[in-house]
């Protein structure tokens, strides 16, 4: 590892670390805080304390847990049902390892939103998930961000409590992106859009190839009326991930709320196309289309998208509020 000054540009500093493959997590915590050190910055107190807990992993539960994250951040159902499975592979290889636990939790969580299944059923297990992380280590501020938001969108709609692991989140770890990244979100949701940007904005900076964390941007700057910036950060999601939906369902979204609904029909079709077939997939982009087809009056579209609910919903489980747009459209 070596530290060097940009401009003029010498070397400040280099050392040597050296562990096992068991360690990694030890040697992650080793680098950063010999550099702090170097830097001499001021270590927040429970930083330490992770750091002189951190215990040794199976590599290979580790590996599993770092592809899980991956498959994660593309949401799609199959990304995300292969997400699940390597976090219950980490699991299974290092039952204690909190962080698959919590991680676990989230992407159950999402595959409610894209792939049809009973909610309350998946919830509960998405919700057990988070408090197992919370039970081998109270500290784990990703558990606590995950359960801030299965708490605030969950059927439990527990507010206080969500705002709670929230707060608590950013206090054990004010670098953590997924805690940036819901406290964004329950900001936004609470009208303070100009606070919760600056969170996802200090996400993207941690991680700035993430296409979730991106796509959300498009969110963001949509509902500050920022039209452009929400083009721009369309088209950013789209370099790092083609078929992203979430980047489409968004842009669609802000379409629709600036009248442009022409545009949005594109967009909208295309995210609904992703994510839903009459054999798989979550109409979660069809609400939205079905608002711009019916400002349009495209009626035969809208029931030729009925017909095509109709008939998945008679396969398999439709939430019944897709169903309830549907007639609201027509």
Not at 57 to 62: D, K, V
Not at 83 to 89: D, K, N, Q, S
Not at 241 to 253: C, E, K, T
Request: with cysteine; charged share 25%; proline share 5%.
């Amino acid at each position: 590892a070596k530290l060097n000054k940009a401009d003029p540009e010498t070397q400040n500093w280099a050392d040597q670390f050296e562990r096992t493959e068991a360690e990694v997590l030890k040697l992650n915590a080793m680098v950063a805080g010999t550099i702090g050190q170097e830097l001499a910055l001021e270590t927040p107190e429970d930083a330490r304390r992770l750091v002189e807990q951190t215990q040794p992993i199976n590599p290979w539960a580790f590996e599993a847990f770092i592809q899980g994250r991956h498959q994660f951040s593309l949401v799609t159902p199959g990304s995300i049902r292969r997400a699940i499975g390597l976090y219950e592979e980490a699991i299974a290889l290092e039952p204690d390892f909190a962080p698959a636990h919590a991680h676990l939790a989230e992407a159950l969580a999402m595959l409610t939103q894209i792939e049809p299944l009973p909610p309350r059923q998946e919830y509960e297990r998405s919700k057990r998930a988070a408090f197992k992380a919370l039970e081998i280590d109270e500290t784990n501020a990703e558990a606590h961000a995950v359960l801030a938001d299965l708490l605030r969108y969950g059927p439990d709609w527990d507010f206080a409590g969500s705002d709670r692991h929230s707060l608590r989140a950013l206090e054990l770890d004010p670098n953590n992106t997924t805690a940036l990244l819901y406290s964004h979100q329950n900001l936004q949701d609470k009208g303070r859009g100009d606070e919760g940007l600056l969170l996802l904005k200090k996400a993207l900076t941690l991680d700035p190839y993430n296409p979730f964390l991106n796509a959300n941007m498009v969110f963001a700057y949509g509902f500050q009326g920022d039209l452009d910036m929400a083009r721009e950060w369309f088209e950013r999601t789209l370099d790092l991930d083609q078929a992203n939906f979430v980047a489409r369902w968004a842009l669609g979204m802000v379409y629709t709320m600036n009248g442009m609904n022409v545009e949005a029909v594109d967009v909208l079709e295309e995210a609904h196309d992703l994510l839903f077939s009459v054999e798989t997939g979550s109409p979660e982009a069809l609400p939205q289309l079905l608002v711009t087809l019916a400002a349009l009056g495209r009626q035969q579209e809208i029931e030729a998208l009925g017909a095509e609910i109709e008939e998945a919903a008679r396969q398999r489980y439709i939430s019944p509020f897709f169903l309830a747009c549907l007639m609201g459209a027509l």
